[in-house]
């Protein structure tokens, strides 16, 4: 195997009710798995936008796993269904992004399948472990100044800066 | 329409009369079958118990040549050959490490496999592609007031499920009762007939074929179809055997269902290899 | 103010379509040229960088600079201006976000050279001659500007006081910060000069609940122009577009193409555009929805197609560098 | 903002995390955080001397917001939460680091689990950052309670919430109440009469004023929440009137349509109009419109003309009604596998291969035979098998064991012995006979001369007319054959065929056996995923009846607890609309599975009504314009946790 000392990073966004129970499983039945994986818990894999995937990346992770309940098992009812939508919508993102298909997985596993979930994490990180680690794309951005370079709404202002915005109010144009 | 043709070591010599009758049938609906050039032994029985990798290796070649010479489907006659091909297109579709071997013993013979072919048995070919439509366009001489029972044997079905149910496989009953006789219940449609151990544990497989020929003759059937070389020669074979064994006189044909397709389909005897049974066709093939 | 307000315009990477822009106030321009004397503005007259280069810090009042940033020149004249102005205003979407130029952060610089210089059906030395930064001649050395790796907004390089999107600036929006300006009671630094809502405020199509059961382009369709152009299976940036364009494109009967970026607080405008778009062809049998989202053609180019150097990824990797 | 102030403490949770992860490291790395006034490291936080120290630290060091890493927070958040209300902090300024489920139990290495336990810790002091407090709400919990099955779990408990003064509903999609239980036979281990011990209680249920019952009728649409659920019940149209018809049984006796009954597993005959059983609740019949000759071909009318009291009604209709609850209780049962998935086992193609069920129904008093065993052609069998294990612990089949049958086949084979006086030969992989007084009568069983074959039977054929049973005699290392006149298959115990749908309807998960999941497997047996649902007796996995009573009652006892509680807590983890940036595309809308998001006509923008909505967030996710928010949820934490997960 290539890239043999290479440890890959994974955010892992699961769904409270199965996938992340399911994930608990895993360790109450002290089911070991590689430890490449931090997760992340959200009500439902409904609430995982195409942002909290690019967010990853772009913070370099190695890849992200979404997972939530089996279709027809979702606590609210439909939610894993609209993540089945956005990721077909974020995979082909990625693709044009150059990111590997083996990098972004949504799973679904349920609040007793721990032995699943850690099977999951243990492919998932051997199928990275062999395309190797991801650079960012903010590699390429030399020209820049440390600390410089992020994206112009709010959102990247400084924190002071944000409570002024928001304090502010009003804008031209209104 | 033209598919590649895996014919096993069994169609060249004792089920001559198989590939005859399949051949010709196949032809008279307008289906030709191109043999793989260099085809090789598919890894069945000995090989697959002791060493399964190099056995699905050996599928592997045959399916790499086919894929090589520009078919998507393999047919085969034999039940055997189609257990066992079919055993290396699922593992090398759904197991990376199987695919892994096969590739690599490809490999040191210079081929490789795409996964592209997929593996018919003829029975599967004629029920669920060509369809009973066209099967019974081409009946021109229906059978009449002949019963017979179907017996699948034990391998279309397994280990992998494939085609047709495991237990209560039902596609060589749809493709009899197109000829026009009178397709009989048969529980031990898909029970085994012995036929790789008849060598090491004759007394066990006489037992097993007595079983099934007794409940053919139980339910008064004039022939027994088959769709495997070997069920053919068991159940044919060694009737004599089974009467002297436990005493009864069980005289049944065992027929190729391809061989009584032949027949209501009106084609030439001599094509369909009519005269190599022990137990003699008689009726069946006078009508 | 009893002075004239003193202005500068800069046209970095981009199409020159801002500066029209500022034409199409048309005889406001005149009340303009009232109230405010242009220093610089090299697509309308002849300065020189020199000249710029002589002003004291802070001389100007207001520095509107469009185009993204893809070079050193676009670098040093942004980080000059930037000193000379006591306000620097990111005029038009490439300067906010990087706008149609930052496309090409997703192919490397290499890709992009060989292409113009030597692939392109329309190049006609074949070559591949390539300009190189410096070159001696006889007469001594000539310099062009350096290629940069990738595609950046202005902000990336200077502090931005304003932001005025648009694709270009409509001309109110252009009045509209003159005035503000002019009045002298600014709003907090950092601000987007345009309303805080998305274009789905501003178009006056019915909406009903957004159910999509396949995607058209728009040419393939002659919409319904009284209802929303998504729920009729366009894809439109409207849901996550901020307003103040007046729903210009979906008035005449083309969907909105995001060219205002995101309102406050969004972090990539691409994602959620994603977001909202797939959902709404959401399905429980996979492969529908599989087929739906096949539907969307380009959508990197669609979602991205203004914001891209302003989002989380900003672009694609670099390819291996050997 | 005021100052944002960090507490961390990391459990070593005794051995459970400290083992595997350098606590005081992780606490060291923590105090270098960004904002993070102190960090400790303590044996046990969720003990109290561990939460006295978040307290004492709120007060000394002025924390407002604390961060444990420890266990889950699916069993320690709301501890946690409760402390810091207790030290006057706002609930929600509370963070967990799940470093011992997620970390110390699931990783080789403690370098690694140590690393991975920071990175959980920075995540978590990043988020806290964001919180914001929140506020609780409460609803008023509605004190009727739904029991949907009405079989032996679920009279139960109907009866047990009944017996505490509040009002029960049954519903049961049957003609009557009884379930699986009331075609048994005897019950083991004391072998007294089934009917004998489940009729009283059918009985006082249909009595209880405190109980309604709804039967031939069925659960359509469930919404709202713990405490205010809203539920369509349809109740089908029985085409008689309940209240005219005197059970007096003219009709089903003069009826001259027969169908195979149900209840009999098709070996009797019933009427088109019929009660299932005698001892029936309500006692009063139904028609069954698919064999009735009048509905059918319009003539007849035979019932309603011998009617004494006008109380057949071909003109009745399902009836739609939709009424409030608090709480639900599902006890819809199980079924039994079919037996002719396995042709092998006979069933379907010989005549006298039955199942358990029908067994019963035939040594039963009130069966099509009045109690006698007899094969098809009305003779008594001399030689009887009870088959254990058909399709149960069976990879083709059911992976998982049945549970009861070993014991109820030996009751059958005491049964056959004791009905027929042949021989019994009782055919098993091994005997489970694991509760109060199963083993004796295991013992007692084998004393009455039955051959107990320790094999599987894996196979029935027939020959000539008699039946055998093959199997490998595993005693005797010997494959047998073993003719008999009748085969009594014990079939494995299944999840019902419409699980899913009731499982969707009450969003209630299965596992992959596809019965129904508990919330936990062995701390919460009866509560599922949804609050206020709970699951009682053979719906959640094959159970005897002394569990499936027990069950029963424990889930009154759960759905009593919450409905005397008086008032239900409602999250404030809730969506909430930023009205000022909404652009009014309507796009969250369709997406609320709990149509919690309105749309205001004049203000153009969307609301959320609080108390219908669950917080999934589904409808922040599709937001595009970042007005829907999710409290507790919101992009900035999230996108911070993301962030700082990758920081180290």
Known sequence: ?174 | MNYAYMPGCSSHSSSRDYEMSALAVLKALGVQLEEIKDWNCCGSTPVSSVAPVTSMALSARNLALAEEAGYREVVVTCSSCYSMLKRAETYYRNDPAAREMMAGALKTMGRQFEGMVTVKHILELMVYHLGPERLAAAVTKPLKDVKIVPYYGCLLGRPQKAFDDPETPTSMDEALRITGAEVLRFDRKSKCCGGSVMLTKQKAVLRLVEEILWEAADRGADVIAVACPLCQLNLDAYQTRVNAEFGTSYRIPVLYFTQVLGIAMGLDKKHLALGKTFVPAGRVVNI | MSEKLKLAFYWAASCGGCDVAVLDTDEKLLEIAKIADIYFWPVAMDFKYKDIKALDKDFLDVCFFNGAVRNSEQEEIARLLREKSKLMIAFGSCACFGGIPALANLYDPEEILSWVYSGSFSTVGKNGTRPLTRVSVPEGELTLPEFYTAVYTLKDFVEVDYFLPGCPPPPELILGAVETLVSGVLPPRGSVLAPDKTVCDQCPREKQDKKVAAFRRPHEVIPDPDRCLLEQGIVCCGPGTRAGCGARCVQANMPCRGCFGPTDGVVDHGAKLAAVIATTATSKDENEAAERIGQIVDPAGTFYRFGLAASLLRGKSLKEEN | MPDVRIGVYVCHCGSNIADKVDCAGVAEFAGGLPKVTIARDYQYMCADPGQDLIRKDIKDHKLNRVVVASCSPRMHEPTFRKTLESAGLNAYFFEMANIREHVSWVTEGREQATEKAKALVAAAVARVFYHEPLYERFADMNKRTLVVGGGIAGIEAALKIAASGNQVVIVEKEPSIGGNMAKLDKTFPTLDCSACILTPKMVAAAQDENITLYTYAEVEKVEGYVGNFQVTIRKKARSVDMDKCTGCGICYNKCPAKVPNEFDEGLGMRKAIYVPFPQAVPNKPVIDRQNCTYFQKGKCGVCSKVCPTGAVDYAQEDQLVTEDFGAIIVSTGFETLDPTLGPQWGYGRYDNVITALQFERLVNASGPTQGKVVLKDGTVPKRVAVLHCVGSRDLNFREYCSRFCCMSSLKLAHLAKEKTGGEVYSFYIDMRAFGKGYEEFYNRVMEEGIHFIRGKGTEVIQRAGELFVRTEDTLLGKYREVPVDLVVLNVATVPRADAEKVAQTFGIQRSPDGFFLEAHVKLEPLKTATDGVFIAGGCQGPKDIPDSVSQGAGAAAEALSLIEAGKVKISPVVASVDEARCGGCKACLALCPYGAVDFDDEKKVAVVNEAVCKGCGTCAASCASGAMGVRHFTDEQILAQIGEVLAV
């Open chain 1, 1 to 174: 195997m290539k890239n043999g000392d290479f440890e890959p990073r994974i955010v892992g966004i699961l769904c409270n009710w199965c996938s992340y129970a399911g994930a608990d499983l895993a360790g109450i039945s002290r089911i070991k798995y590689p430890a490449n994986i931090r997760i992340i818990r959200v009500m439902c894999s409904g609430r995982v936008e195409p942002t909290f995937v690019l967010k990853a990346f772009a913070e370099g992770a190695d890849g992200v796993l979404v997972s939530g309940c089996h279709p027809g098992d979702c606590h609210y009812g439909e939610g894993n269904y609209k993540a089945y939508a956005r990721k077909v919508l974020i995979e082909k993102l990625l693709h044009q992004f150059g990111i590997e298909k083996e990098r972004f997985k949504l799973t679904w596993v349920s609040a007793n399948e721990g032995e699943r979930f850690a099977q999951i994490v243990s492919e998932m990180v051997s199928e990275i472990k062999e395309i190797g680690p991801y650079r960012p794309p903010r590699e390429r951005m030399r020209e820049l100044q440390p600390g410089a370079g992020t994206p112009p709404a709010p959102g990247w202002l400084a924190e002071e800066e944000l409570e002024t915005a928001v304090a502010g109010g009003a804008v031209a144009g209104e």
